[in-house]
Each structure stands twice: as structure tokens, then as C-alpha cells.
């Protein structure tokens, strides 16, 4: 049992490429969430989704996209990187139901856009 | 506007004292309370949470307490101890999770 893993752990990017971050989850998880959490800022919702094949924005959604095409995976994308996108990225999951609605996260991956 | 807020950004104690980290909120819509811990190059992990029904839950050494009117919560641990040193982020719910800045707590041996 992985629980959450994200890939890459690490990238550098250059300003206007684009890169796909993947989270999975082997808990069966109904819920899936992406985070950024930056200096100063605590972890913000950028998208979430409650069920596969549906996704919806969080608190900063602009500049990224989401897919959730299979229960397990939630991808993140990056179009055209920007400066303002580096950031640890977190992804986390959860059960849709149950009485304590904690997430599980994944280890997170460090981005950096040149 | 940042709906949760952890005012202090870092907290030293000595080992075996009691380790006090305090949240507030402005949304009184949020129903569900939670604290995470977290360590360098990892993820957060779930420590303890609490219902809006309730004003205080336990779990060994932790107890969160809310209090509601003051749309407050706070996170005591007792005794505390080295391991503790981590972040400690406090979150609500509602829908969305909204999480606070973070108390970096510094448990000194």
C-alpha cells in the first residue's frame, strides 16, 4: 500500500514550457485535491476532484488545468510555465465519506521556473 | 483573504512542557476542524480533528478545543516531546479545505 505518491519529485522548468504532474492513489479514494504551498502562504487549493471524470478550481486555479480520466490518478497541468508557478506542489486524497474527512498527501514535488 | 489564520509563525517549548498552538477562522460556515503535522521534504500528515458539534476531542497527547463563538481552535500537546518539532498547520471545511500559514514548534530537549 503506497497510500499517495507524486511524480516528479523534483523539475526545473523554463518560462513558457509546459510539464503534467501526476499523483496516484491505491486507497480507493474518491476525493482527489492539488496544492501549492509557498513562504509565508500555508497550502492553497488549485483544483480538486470529487469522482473520476469530474474536476472543479480551488482558491488559485489560474495558469493550471486538471484531468481525473482514472479513480486512482489526478494529473496537473502547466501550459505555460510561469515564474509565479514556483512552488512545492502537494497532491492529497480522501474518502467521500466517513466521520473524520482527513486527507492523505502525497510527498509533494518542488517545481521551479526559471 | 485568508479565511484561516495561525498568527504566530514559530513556538518554542521546553521538553515536557505543554505545547499551546492556536487557529482562527472567519468563515462560520466551516463544519469541520483538522490539524496536520509537517515535516521537512514531506507531506503533511493528519493529527487530529473535531467537529463543529463538539469543543473539544482528544487523542493521547493532543487535544483540539474550539470554540466557536470566538472562532477559534487551538492545538495543545502534553507533555511534549523532541519528535514533536514539525510544522503544525490548522484546516476547515466546509466544501473546500482552507488551510492556515503553519506554526513551526521547536521542542528543545
Known amino acids: 500500500n503506497a497510500g499517495v505518491t507524486q511524480t516528479p519529485k523534483f523539475r526545473v522548468l523554463k518560462t513558457g514550457q509546459s510539464m503534467t504532474l501526476l499523483c496516484a492513489q491505491d486507497?480507493?479514494?474518491?476525493?482527489m485535491y492539488w496544492y501549492r504551498q509557498d513562504p509565508g502562504m500555508g497550502l492553497r487549493l488549485i483544483h480538486y476532484?470529487?469522482?473520476?471524470?469530474?474536476?472543479a478550481k480551488g482558491e488559485v486555479p489560474d495558469g493550471y488545468n486538471v484531468s481525473r480520466l482514472k479513480k486512482q490518478n489526478f494529473l496537473l497541468g502547466l501550459e505555460s510555465a510561469a515564474p509565479s508557478q514556483t512552488s512545492v506542489y502537494f497532491c492529497?486524497?480522501?474518502?467521500?465519506?466517513?466521520?473524520?474527512?482527513?486527507?492523505?498527501f502525497g510527498p509533494g514535488t518542488r517545481l521551479t521556473v526559471l | 483573504d485568508q479565511q484561516v489564520k495561525q498568527n504566530s509563525p514559530s513556538l518554542s517549548v521546553q521538553e515536557g512542557r505543554i505545547s499551546i498552538l492556536n487557529c482562527d477562522y472567519t468563515n462560520s460556515m466551516f463544519d469541520y476542524f483538522l490539524w496536520y503535522k509537517k515535516y521537512p521534504a514531506e507531506g503533511p500528515t493528519f493529527l487530529i480533528s473535531?467537529?463543529?458539534?463538539?469543543d473539544k476531542n482528544e487523542d493521547g497527547r493532543f487535544t483540539v478545543f474550539l470554540n466557536k463563538s470566538a472562532k477559534h481552535l487551538s492545538l495543545h500537546i502534553v507533555p511534549s516531546q523532541p519528535g514533536d518539532s514539525a510544522v503544525y498547520f490548522c484546516a476547515a471545511t466546509a466544501v473546500q479545505f482552507y488551510f492556515g500559514t503553519g506554526t513551526s514548534l521547536t521542542v528543545i530537549p
Open positions: 486507497m480507493n479514494h474518491e476525493y
Open positions: 476532484s470529487v469522482g473520476e471524470g469530474t474536476t
Open positions: 492529497a486524497s480522501r474518502y467521500a465519506g466517513g466521520p473524520y474527512n482527513e486527507q492523505f
Open positions: 473535531i467537529s463543529s458539534i463538539k
